[in-house]
């Protein structure tokens, strides 16, 4: 696995240590960010990239799509995930790409979350498949002040899983990619 893009471009990043992580493939993620940064996301969010988002990646596994948000021009991370062999392959890819300082990597229940201490312009919502986690994460993420006023959240689901409306979101893109399907919510 590698960075796709930005300025850790062609960096390694260490694959899960257990088969309870389903990372992203390489291919996939660089659609995802091909996607996030040459769209005009319109009025409250513009060019994704240039404003420096926080970003929350809340079923982090590896911690690929943080680094590569934070390759892109993220200005900070925030990781979280229950599964502690997730949190120490996180840890060891923030430290061998030098980005531990622009990451905080929590071990956390996205479902019930912290509080945040800052609002997130780019969210992204990657939980094991078919278990009905994007909705009441989202609302508990919501609740905790996570998700800022205007957001980009990415949610990936299986291709045969429906997936609602988020709350006050709206759906601008939803694209599959074999099994994996992304949809891009704007708040």
């Given at each position: 696995m590698r960075i796709v893009g930005g300025t850790l471009s062609g960096r390694k990043i260490e694959p899960p240590l257990s088969e309870v992580?389903?990372?992203?493939?390489?291919?996939?993620?660089?659609?995802?960010?091909?996607?996030l940064a040459h769209r005009d996301w319109g009025k409250g969010i513009g060019e994704l990239f240039e404003g420096e988002p926080h970003v929350l990646d809340a079923f982090c596994g590896t911690g690929?799509?943080?680094?590569?948000?934070?390759?892109?021009?993220?200005?900070h991370a925030t990781l979280f995930d229950k599964d502690a062999s997730a949190l120490k392959i996180a840890r060891h890819n923030a430290a061998t790409l030098d980005a531990a300082s622009q990451c905080?990597?929590?071990?956390?229940?996205?479902?019930?979350?912290?509080?945040?201490?800052?609002?997130?312009?780019?969210?992204?919502?990657?939980p094991p498949y078919r278990k009905e986690l994007i909705p009441p994460t989202f609302a508990a993420l919501d609740k905790a002040g996570w998700i800022a006023k205007h957001a980009v959240i990415v949610c990936e689901t299986a291709k045969t899983e429906k997936l609602e409306p988020l709350p006050g979101c709206e759906l601008v893109v939803a694209r599959s990619y074999g099994e994996p399907m992304l949809h891009f919510f704007k708040r």
């Open positions: 992580t389903r990372p992203m493939m390489d291919r996939v993620r660089e659609a995802l960010f091909n996607i690929a799509l943080a680094f590569e948000a934070l390759s892109w021009g993220a200005k905080d990597i929590l071990p956390a229940d996205a479902t019930n979350p912290p509080q945040a201490p800052v609002p997130c312009q780019l969210v992204f919502l990657a």
